[in-house]
């Protein structure tokens, strides 16, 4: 008798233990990073006009709204750069805190990771090769080579598209925009698919190079940032959506937007991942 009535104190003090194991593992995220007095952030920088390096330094709208989200929350702000396949894994790993991306929004998506607000657009387009006078329409495509972002949705939206056309185009896949566009301008593809700000900002950058095909495909969506999908993680997204707020408020967003898009554009504080 004794032993039984023993055993359920026993098991509740191994789960009152093992929670507080876990409690003390991963703290309330936001309360981490004021203690830290860090933000650290995962990343890409092969995604132009977003992330990139410039002469050696990281340029893009990225580090320039990261550094307004980092004085509103007064903390400082590092970057860590690695392949894109590896990034949203590194966050679950907890290697870092958030994911700037940014990331198109999707239901199955939002299963899984926390968005923040809206921070941009995601419709898709093509690139090709500047003096290509053959692909005057997306689907002069069809029977070619082309190119997409591994784990990004534009992939699986020019797959759809690929399969869709009377003879089907073979798609490659890259793991950075920086690969993909290399092929590109070889002719190892006839076009390169992208957001429309990401090819914009290349055919802008390099005209005699590259050059856009008119249109664009897939279902426009919108892109956020990425927090884990857990409890701890929920105040340090709201504290970042704090900030974005308070920086679409005042100006700032639509002048980062002009600075590196070319334009602002008014975003939703929040939407229905299910849309999508």
Not at 238 to 265: E, H, P, T, Y
Request: glycine content about 8%.
């Amino acid at each position: 008798m004794k032993r039984q009535k023993c055993f359920p104190l026993g098991l509740a003090s191994v789960v009152a233990i093992s929670f507080l194991s876990a409690g003390a593992l991963y703290a309330d995220d936001l309360q981490t990073v004021r203690d830290r007095g860090e933000l650290l952030v995962g990343t890409e920088m092969q995604y132009a006009p977003y992330d990139f390096l410039e002469d050696g330094k990281q340029v893009g709208f990225n580090p320039d709204l990261f550094a307004e989200i980092g004085k509103e929350m007064k903390v400082k702000v590092t970057f860590s750069d690695l392949p894109w396949p590896s990034v949203l894994p590194g966050l679950e790993a907890h290697k870092f805190d958030i994911v700037a991306g940014p990331v198109s929004i999707t239901k199955e998506r939002a299963e899984r990771y926390h968005f923040t607000s809206p921070i941009g657009e995601s419709a898709f387009n093509l690139l090709k090769q500047a003096k290509d006078d053959k692909l005057n329409k997306i689907e002069d495509i069809a029977g070619k080579t082309v190119g997409g972002l591994r784990s990004e949705v534009s992939l699986d939206e020019l797959k759809t598209l690929a399969a869709s056309l009377p003879e089907k185009a073979e798609v490659r896949e890259y793991v950075d925009s920086s690969q993909g566009n290399a092929d590109l301008a070889a002719g190892r593809i006839v076009a390169f698919a992208n957001q429309t700000s990401n090819n914009g900002y290349t055919a802008a950058l390099r005209p005699k190079v590259f050059a856009i095909v008119p249109g664009t495909f897939g279902e426009l969506r919108y892109v956020g940032y990425v927090g884990r999908k857990d409890p701890e993680s929920d105040t340090l997204i709201a504290a970042v959506n704090d900030a974005i707020a308070a920086i679409k408020k005042d100006g700032r967003f639509a002048k980062l937007q002009k600075k590196w898009f070319g334009s602002a554009k008014d975003l939703p504080a929040v939407i229905d991942p299910t849309r999508y």
